[in-house]
């Protein structure tokens, strides 16, 4: 069996530093909105699969999968946490999907959660360190900014890809996130901005690294052919995909690609029949703004060492051949790092119903997720699309 | 704090740190580190050894860290490095003795052992290795 799958539901909160909410205010909220999105009742639910990447250091909190449940008054419904890093929630959509494509499950809540703003110091950096390898990289003094800017370097140095290049991912994404009230910034930057801000970890600088936030995503999967009783717009999933790599950078024979991209995205493609050129638009993985630029070569939107150029030339903006993150990205949108990936898949639903807004991509049929854990260790893509085939 | 570890998971890791042992694998004639007991590119069917790496390298990319994770507050900024050694394998490192501004892609450094932090309430003490540039 295997049975195509529909969302009939998405919801999520504001991104960003929430002092009145805490995880229970964060799940509940997201939950609700897409329960009431779709229009179904707690009855209906027969699975929760949330991810969520470090509660445990965050706010002390494990056992998210029964918590998920007990907070959205479900029990005994069976959960399931899912961990990947910062793309937990991605992992959450493709088991999900898995569970309805079975044929086991009919009704499935898929979303994540992440409460990172609760902590001191550099607490955030160093339950962040835990995607990279612990023994290896983490024990020399390497930091998450650090890993992304040593494959910056080398993407600059093999490809001649310009500071200033990586700096307009940033302006572009925080241009999109004015139009997104859901975003944790509504600021616009420059270039110059950007390359004043401090320096991090060279050759980044602060306004190339997402932030930390707290939020969490919601969505509502069902059978395709059920979808038409729940709403007039399904969004279908046309491709659930996920691929590993190594879970140290350094393992790695080329650091200016992430190979886990290019296996998800292939399989991707083949799974759902579309073409690079199909793809309307793309969140993706933007946590370090030289990722935006890695990901567009890799999922086949330029040729590999062009992204600085395609980012530059104003084709991945709104109303460009390709836009990407129309939302703001994780960059201005906000990464809580646990909800990343299913706020990814909302984004989409939301284009490709044609509730966007003013950074609405006129037009979409088909979207696409692109979601990262660590280093490029895990990678899922998703595409998503308002033809069933 | 968190990140805090006994006594034993740094001990097991003395003849990686102290001495930059990694392993050979003689079925494809590839070295990788830290040790493993199956070959990343042969699995079960590679004939793995340990293998004492020669110290001798390249940097093959490289970073300064300006904002330090928890134990490193007292060396920032310092450079971090990918280090491809002569035999093929690379490492993570840091890469001393020199100014951040002078570490470049391609530049010879060799294996030195030197403090790396120290490790939360206990106090505990961890060296290993760190490269410095040939002179
Ligand atoms: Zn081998």
Known sequence: MNRDVAIVGVGMTKFGEHWKKGLKELITEAGVKAVEDAGISGKDI???????????????????????????????????????????????????????????????????????????????????????????????????????????????????????????????????????PNAQFHRKICVESVLKSALVSDPLRLLDCSPIADGAAALILVPAEHAKKYTDTPIYIRASSQASDTLSLYMRPDITTVGAT?????????????KPEDIHFAEVHDCFTINEIIASEDLGFCKKGEGGRLVQSGETAIGGKIPINPSGGLKAKGHPVGATGAAQAVEIVEQLRGEAGGRQVKGAENGLAHNVGGSGSTVVVHMLSRNRK | MTTEKAVAHHWRKFKERYGLVGSKCDSCNSYFFPTSTICPKCRRKGNVKEHSFSGKGKVFSHTTIRVAPEGFEAYAPYVIAIIELDEGAKVVSQVVDCKPEDVKIGMPVEVCFRKIREEGKSGLVLYGFKFKPVL
């Open chain 1, 262 to 274: 290019i296996s998800a995205v292939q399989n991707a493609y083949k799974q759902s029949g579309l």
């Open chain 1, 46 to 180: 027969q699975l929760i699969v949330g991810g969520s990447m470090s509660s445990g250091m965050f706010v002390g909190q494990e056992h998210t999968g029964a918590l998920f449940t007990d907070y959205l008054g479900l029990s005994p419904v069976p959960a399931i946490r899912t961990e990947a890093a910062c793309a937990s929630s991605s992992v959450a959509l493709t088991t999900g999907t898995m569970a309805v494509q079975s044929g086991r499950y009919d009704c499935v809540v898929v979303g994540g959660v992440e409460k990172m703003t609760d902590v001191y110091g550099n607490l955030a950096t160093t339950a962040l360190a835990g995607a990279m390898d612990r023994d290896n990289e983490a024990h020399f003094g390497l930091t998450f900014p650090g890993v992304y800017a040593l494959m910056a370097q080398r993407h600059m140095h093999q490809y001649g890809t310009t500071r200033e290049q990586i700096a307009m991912v940033a302006v572009k994404n925080h241009e999109n996130a004015m139009h997104n």
